[in-house]
């Protein structure tokens, strides 16, 4: 968890807003077909940058100036020989280790710091960037949001009229997640050729389109998920592989620049999987190495740590706990927290957990005919105050009242010596001393994740020969401890 806080509304009202428009036909930039179209571009552009401020806020962004720029200036290159150069053009790196990259409307373009590590050259990144282009160039986001618009504007109600909801927003249905959307198959195929005519115009060479596409669909037969992260947000059109070497042997173009000592030589360094200094879990205990607490949640809860709080959910799912961060004092908080509408105090007190300063309370929220019930602890830890709070139906509070109030007792200071020093795994770019195999390689330059894991971020399948002086990426560091 970043533990940013983000606001939530802008971006929803924006959406009520553009729906609105009068204009429903246009023309696609991109494609030059006809497309519907209720937001205008001025629209679109607002949508983005409110969006691409709450993701810098809660998602973070990687910590490192120089790979941001470099990431920045392939963008840029892409977005100039695009339909669209005249777009506020921005590509970051968010702090987060899926393997997954998204757009934002008008302008905004992320990769997760995740993918980063699994690229190979400058090509496989420009193909990806490329790729996430011609969702804004064609205008996805704005067709789907007029196609959805009552849909939208139903749901966009429910938390612009009712702000109290606004700490429930992630598990109700509203709010940050408003903003990424799902792209359809159709859309999938339109980006992937458009990200083949933008990064060919640059000159690089479009066989990084089927590496990168190469790694991906392995990375989902290796992922043992249902729907990995990137097939979350870009539903598989088919054979991507097979129609990207269509479309290299359709048009011609050959060779061009890949630039791969360039891009791993960038990388080096770049840290590898999550990364515990944003807080993990030890089983059901959380723990927070650079803010130096923790907490455990209730035994047998499935537990997230989301860029923007530490979700725990009962296994019934009829039950939510979540941590985040307040803003003052507890006492500050709490008048903040039970000052919303609809929200109703039905008790509280000052205390101390663990010797730390605290206010615990138990409330009721109403929106509409739905009715939640539940307990809040504001609890000062150092600069920083935190609500943990726990929340279910009326009918089920007396079950889950105990494991709400159990797990407020744990919150502490993080004292053990091992857990406050965890490091990151991280990438180490080497040089091959010597011609090897890629099970040599994998052998003789150990990491600290699984041979599959090695042989994937290199696009190996594990039978190739590799000459001296090849540069390789493995993994070093311990990362978090497991249990």
């Known amino acids: ?47 983005g940058q409110e969006a691409a401020a709450q993701v810098d806020a809660a998602m973070g962004l990687y910590d490192s100036p ?49 993918l980063m590590t699994y690229f190979n050259s400058e090509a496989e990144l420009a193909s990806v960037l490329g790729h996430e282009l011609g969702h804004i160039t064609a205008r996805h986001s704005v067709e ?56 060919t115009r640059l000159g690089y060479d479009p066989q990084g389109a089927v590496d990168m596409f190469s790694i991906l669909e392995r990375q989902r037969e290796d992922s043992g998920r249902s729907v990995p992260e990137w097939q979350s947000t870009h539903p598989n059109p088919g054979n991507r592989v097979a129609a990207a070497e269509q479309r290299i042997a359709e048009s011609g173009v050959s060779g061009g620049i890949v630039r791969r000592d360039e891009y791993l030589r960038r990388v080096d360094g770049i840290v590898f999987g999550p990364d515990p200094r944003q807080g993990f879990f030890l089983g059901s205990l959380f723990l927070h190495p650079d803010l130096e607490f923790q907490v455990a949640f209730p035994e047998g809860w499935e537990t997230q740590n989301a860029p923007q709080a530490v979700l725990a959910q009962a ?8 941590l985040t961060l307040a803003e003052g004092t507890p006492d500050e908080a709490a008048r903040e927290f039970f000052a919303q509408r609809s929200v109703t105090r039905t008790g509280a007190r ?66 053990d010596r091992r857990m406050l020093g965890v490091e990151p795994r991280r990438l180490e770019i080497v ?23 090695v042989l994937l971020m290199n696009g190996l399948q594990g039978g190739e020969n590799l000459e001296a002086g090849r540069l390789m990426k493995r993994v070093v560091g311990e990362g978090a401890p497991e249990g």
């Open 350 to 415: 000052s205390r101390r957990v663990n010797g730390l300063r605290a206010v615990q309370a138990t409330f009721r929220a109403t929106a509409g005919r739905r009715t939640l019930e539940g307990e809040v602890l504001f609890v000062r830890h150092r600069d920083h105050t935190y609500q943990l709070l726990g929340y279910t139906t009326p009918s089920r509070m007396g079950r889950y009242a105990v494991a709400f109030e159990g797990s407020f007792e744990t919150f502490a200071a993080l004292t």
């Open 144 to 199: 789907q949001i007029s196609r959805a618009q009552l849909a939208q504007i139903g749901l966009v109600a429910g938390t612009v009229i009712v702000p109290e909801l606004a700490p429930f927003a992630d598990v109700l249905g509203g709010g940050f997640g408003l903003l990424f959307l799902k792209f359809g198959r159709d859309d999938e195929r339109e980006s992937d050729l458009l990200g083949f005519r933008y990064m």
């Open 431 to 453: 040089t091959l001393r010597s011609a090897m195999s890629a099970e040599e390689f994998v052998e003789r330059y150990p990491s600290t994740v699984p041979r599959e894991a």
């Open 315 to 322: 296994p019934d799912e009829d039950a939510i706990m979540q």
């Open 66 to 114: 120089d790979l941001q720029s470099y990431v920045d200036s392939i963008g840029q290159g892409l977005a100039a020989v695009s339909e669209r150069p005249e777009l506020p053009w921005s590509f970051k790196i968010v702090d987060d280790p899926v393997i997954n990259a998204f757009a934002l409307p008008g302008g905004p373009v992320y990769v997760a710091r995740g």
């Open 1 to 47: 968890m970043h533990w940013r806080q983000i606001a939530t509304g802008n971006a929803q009202a924006l959406l009520l807003a553009g729906s609105l428009s009068l204009s429903a036909c246009a023309i696609n930039p991109a494609t030059g077909g006809r497309m519907l179209s209720l937001v205008s571009e001025g629209q679109e552009i607002s949508m």
